[in-house]
């Protein structure tokens, strides 16, 4: 391995951090610099939490990457020159790279209705998670995925001023097991939340959304929840990418058209289990973070990368701080009939957020 080679992570969420933290003990000589428009590292996972008005833990990148002598630049990230090898920051700074490591994650998603940019609210970023106040009134959450429903109990139990409205053109939990969703509606319901599962939404307005067949509905706040979006810096900057802009990886998460970069994490296209791509979630950030990173460690080596193994093992849902979910999955990510629910299920999930924090963190 050459004594400086200069390895570039962009972005410090759950992919980012994995990588740079598995560099940082693997790949000896290296110069390892991590990017992140942020200050701290905040467990993503917890978001709907902050929205509903809990404080949340967050911890200073600056310290967690000095402690493992991993170069820390607070700056967002504004084009790769991918000939050139360099990346500019927003302080009018540049950053030579020899292997960059491209990790940005994902972001809400602004533009797949109309008003959705000008009324609408996000948990995607601790930003918009804080920006949500706790409105008396109805408040509307569209979309009924996971995050959509931890969203829903959370607000439900949370706000007592409050009515929380689910709306979705699908049941929530729709891609769990029977028993998974059967426990999910009982659990909305006993908080009270208002479950629509007959609704699309065709446009947010200041008053409200309105629905597919017409209908307007009144809400003080809606939350959208429905789908994210992903950076388009990776399309700027010419990379092979999809037509929601994630990065377009090889088995090894090198980018097709770039050799010199990898790509981990919600902003990467990641073949999985079964011929289905991977999920955007922590679970799959992790994984391909500390993967990436062993695929860049052989090739500095001259060796070529292992395969990267993977296999969903579990689901998991809060419902509150109470209740939750616990859905055991198949290797595809098809549920399998078992499910943990209640207390126990509450409890698990928590060690499994915490424990998520703790494997992100180098
Ligand atoms: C409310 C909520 C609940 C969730 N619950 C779960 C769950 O229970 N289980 C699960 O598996 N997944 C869950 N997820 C999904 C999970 O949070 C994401 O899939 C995961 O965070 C992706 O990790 P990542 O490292 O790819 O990206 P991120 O965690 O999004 O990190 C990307 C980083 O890049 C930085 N960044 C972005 N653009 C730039 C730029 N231009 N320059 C510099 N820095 C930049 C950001 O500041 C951020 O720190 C949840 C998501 C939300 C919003």
Same mark, same amino acid.
Do not use: N
């Given at each position: 391995m050459t004594?400086?080679?200069?390895?570039?992570?962009?972005?410090?969420?759950?992919?980012?951090?994995?990588?740079?933290?598995?560099?940082?003990?693997?790949?000896r000589g290296a110069r390892i610099t991590v990017v992140d428009a942020r200050t701290d590292f905040v467990e993503r996972v917890r978001l709907h939490q902050q929205a509903a008005g809990q404080q949340i833990p967050a911890w200073s990148l600056r310290e967690l990457l000095d402690s493992k002598k991993i170069h820390f630049v607070c700056a967002r990230a504004t084009e790769i020159d991918t000939v050139g090898k360099r990346v500019?920051?927003?302080?009018?700074?540049?950053?030579?790279?020899?292997?960059?490591?491209?990790?940005?994650?994902?972001?809400?998603d602004r533009t797949s209705v109309p008003g959705l940019a000008e009324h609408a609210y996000s948990v995607s970023t601790p930003e918009e998670a804080s920006r949500f106040g706790a409105p008396s009134g109805?408040?509307?959450?569209?979309?009924?995925?996971?995050?959509?429903?931890?969203?829903?109990?959370?607000?439900?139990?949370?706000?007592?001023?409050?009515?929380?409205?689910?709306?979705?053109?699908?049941?929530?939990?729709?891609w769990l097991s029977p028993r998974a969703r059967k426990h999910i509606r009982r659990v909305l319901e006993r908080l009270g939340v208002e479950i629509r599962s007959d609704a699309k939404v065709l446009e947010v307005t200041a008053a409200g959304v309105r629905l597919a %067949?017409?209908?307007?509905?009144?809400?003080?706040?809606?939350?959208?929840?429905?789908?994210?979006?992903?950076? %388009?810096?990776?399309?700027?900057?010419?990379?092979?990418? %999809?037509?929601?802009?994630?990065?377009?990886? %090889?088995?090894?998460?090198?980018?097709?058209?770039?050799?010199?970069?990898?790509?981990?994490?919600?902003?990467?296209?990641?073949?999985?289990?079964?011929?289905?791509?991977?999920?955007?979630?922590?679970?799959?950030?992790?994984?391909?973070?500390?993967?990436?990173a062993d695929a860049i460690v052989a090739r500095l080596r001259g060796a070529e990368p292992g395969k990267l193994r993977f296999r969903y093992v579990v689901q998991c849902l809060s419902l509150g701080r109470r209740d939750g979910l616990?859905?055991?999955l198949h290797a595809d990510d098809s549920p399998a009939r078992?499910?943990?629910?209640?207390?126990?299920?509450?409890?698990?999930?928590?060690?499994?957020?915490?424990?998520?924090?703790?494997?992100?963190?180098?």
């Open positions: 004594g400086q080679h200069r390895i570039v992570v962009l972005g410090a969420g759950y992919a980012g951090l994995a990588a740079a933290g598995r560099l940082a003990s693997k790949a500019s920051l927003d302080t009018a700074t540049v950053l030579d790279y020899d292997t960059l490591v491209y990790a940005l994650g994902s972001t809400a109805t408040v509307l959450v569209v979309g009924a995925g996971a995050t959509g429903i931890e969203m829903a109990a959370e607000l439900a139990e949370s706000l007592h001023d409050s009515r929380v409205c689910l709306l979705s053109p699908e049941e929530p939990g729709a %067949d017409g209908t307007l509905i009144e809400a003080a706040a809606t939350v959208w929840t429905a789908g994210f979006a992903v950076p %388009d810096l990776a399309r700027r900057s010419g990379l092979s990418v %999809d037509g929601t802009g994630r990065v377009l990886v %090889d088995a090894a998460l090198r980018s097709i058209s770039h050799p010199d970069v990898y790509a981990a994490g919600d902003s990467a296209v990641i073949a999985g289990p079964g011929g289905r791509d991977l999920r955007m979630a922590c679970a799959t950030a992790l994984p391909t973070g500390k993967y990436a616990i859905q055991v078992t499910v943990l629910t209640g207390r126990p299920a509450a409890w698990v999930k928590e060690q499994v957020v915490r424990g998520a924090g703790w494997a992100a963190r180098p």
